[in-house]
T-cell receptor, first 114, second 112 residues
Framework: DAGITQSPRHKVTETGTPVTLRCHQT?????MYWYRQDPGHGLRLIHY???????DKGEVSDGYSVSRSKTEDFLLTLESATSSQTSVYFC?????????????FGPGTRLTVL | GENVEQHPSTLSVQEGDSAVIKCTYS??????FPWYKQELGKRPQLIID?????GEKKDQRIAVTLNKTAKHFSLHITETQPEDSAVYFC???????????FGRGTSLIVHP
């Protein structure tokens, strides 16, 4: 597996609380992504980053924010968690400049919002 | 933007049979088509990919075919084994965008 980790791996929280998920890579890849995975919906992009301090929204960004202050770290924040944000969250990375866009995924974080 | 449709959503086969999963895409600029396999409780991992300058690619028991005119590509698994049971995702992207669009996934079940 590529050097990509996520923390925490599991989290249970209550509605209305803030939650931050961390993705850490040791591959020095430029691109980082946050996806959520729900049954019947596959992988849906939340936000992505194309460099330090450079981020953009994906298709399901409402209720989420991200930050990337270092190449190796990409943080996903739920400002006020809701039950609809119960999901498995995957971080992914990809290298730039090689003409193809293979992604390497982290192990995932299972988030439950009660 | 790109739209990727994947079928079927569930595929059940007997061990030793072949399995075919099909995807269609909408953006003619897409030129990279990866397939990911996700075993239960694990992360998605790339198993094979194809670029738009080739029509077919094989790797042992798996192959991918691409029809650019019809905008569809398929994953073929021959001589299926129980360990092939997993969810398979197709995706499409182009050189100008590092944001792949994923299909919704196919759950492949191989019965011993």
């Amino acid at each position: 597996d590529a050097g990509i980790t996520q923390s925490p791996r599991h989290k249970v929280t209550e509605t209305g609380t803030p939650v931050t998920l961390r993705c850490h890579q040791t591959e020095n890849h430029r691109y980082m992504y946050w996806y959520r995975q729900d049954p019947g919906h596959g992988l849906r992009l939340i936000h992505y980053s194309y460099g330090v301090k450079d981020t953009d929204k994906g298709e399901v960004s409402d209720g989420y924010s991200v930050s990337r202050s270092k190449t190796e770290d990409f943080l996903l924040t739920l400002e006020s968690a809701t039950s609809s944000q119960t999901s498995v969250y995957f971080c992914a990375i990809s290298e730039s400049g090689r003409g193809h866009n293979e992604q390497f995924f982290g192990p995932g974080t299972r988030l439950t919002v009660l | 933007g790109e739209n990727v449709e994947q079928h079927p959503s569930t595929l059940s086969v007997q061990e030793g049979d072949s399995a075919v999963i099909k995807c269609t895409y909408s953006d003619s600029a897409s030129n990279y088509f990866p397939w990911y396999k996700q075993e239960l409780g694990k992360r998605p991992q790339l198993i094979i990919d194809i670029r738009s300058n080739v029509g077919e690619k094989k790797d042992q028991r798996i192959a991918v075919t691409l029809n650019k005119t019809a905008k569809h590509f398929s994953l073929h698994i021959t001589e299926t084994q129980p360990e092939d049971s997993a969810v398979y995702f197709c995706a499409a992207s182009n050189r100008g965008s590092y944001i792949p669009t994923f299909g919704r996934g196919t759950s492949l079940i191989v019965h011993p």
